[in-house]
Antibody, heavy 120, light 107 residues
Framework: QVTLKESGPGMLQPSKTLSLTCSFS??????????VSWIRQPSGKSLEWLAA???????YYNPSLKNRLTVSKDTSNTQVFLKITSVDTADTATYFC????????????WGQGVMVTVSS | DIQMTQTPSSMPASLGERVTISCRAS??????LNWYQQKPDGTIKPLIY???NLQSGVPSRFSGSGSGTDYSLTISSLEPEDFAMYYC?????????FGGGTKLELK
């Protein structure tokens, strides 16, 4: 059974760096074809894809935020991390960790999401 | 980025009704179109992938169709658990982008 769970600081101040962790089970990110993405959703708004990392360690970023994003994984291939630098109020959102499907490019398994508020 | 426009943004409907949600891409996306459902508690699950393929476990009352720039999600007979938000998403080109969402509400 595939599960993903996000964790984060809950609240942080503008200009700080947001660090998020995705802990997952039911698969290994070292398995060929596995890809984990980060997607966020401001309250009452739609979804925005941020970044992804694949089984080979290749990283992909949304160009609109690329300079601020860093995605990484741990050596045990059971956690994925996302850092967003210089946050401001526009980064207030629920952040989802998502595993891509293996038979097609779709977001198959979603975490419950973690809410992050940027406020002074 | 490819822009995805969903219509309508909200839709009042009745139990048992047949409904269709539309999604238009700003350019052709070669059927690389997925649909997702988000429940009021925030839980998101995939419904349809590659335009018309039903995700495992999703009831057959859900179906998808389309081509080029225009796609649709149809629910043949609404059940109580279907009242939720629906999003389309393209993956023809990076970054993958989502539509603005359609809120299906009980009339």
């Amino acid at each position: 059974q595939v599960t993903l769970k996000e964790s984060g600081p809950g609240m942080l101040q503008p200009s700080k760096t947001l660090s998020l962790t995705c802990s997952f089970s039911g698969f290994s990110l070292s398995t060929s074809g596995m890809v984990v993405s980060w997607i966020r959703q401001p309250s009452g708004k739609s979804l925005e894809w941020l970044a992804a990392i694949d089984w080979d360690g290749d990283k992909y970023y949304n160009p609109s935020l690329k300079n601020r994003l860093t995605v990484s994984k741990d050596t045990s291939n059971t956690q994925v991390f996302l850092k967003i630098t210089s946050v401001d109020t526009a980064d207030t959102a629920t952040y989802f960790c998502v595993r891509r499907g293996t038979t097609a490019y779709y977001f198959e398994y979603w975490g419950q999401g973690v809410m992050v508020t940027v406020s002074s | 980025d490819i822009q995805m426009t969903q219509t309508p943004s909200s839709m009042p409907a009745s139990l048992g009704e047949r409904v269709t949600i539309s999604c238009r891409a700003s350019q052709g996306i070669s059927n690389y179109l997925n649909w997702y459902q988000q429940k009021p508690d925030g839980t998101i699950k995939p419904l349809i992938y590659y335009t018309s393929n039903l995700q495992s476990g999703v009831p057959s009352r859900f179906s998808g169709s389309g081509s080029g720039t225009d796609y649709s999600l149809t629910i043949s007979s609404l059940e109580p658990e279907d009242f939720a938000m629906y999003y389309c998403q393209q993956y023809d080109s990076s970054p993958p982008t989502f539509g603005g969402g359609t809120k299906l509400e009980l009339k």
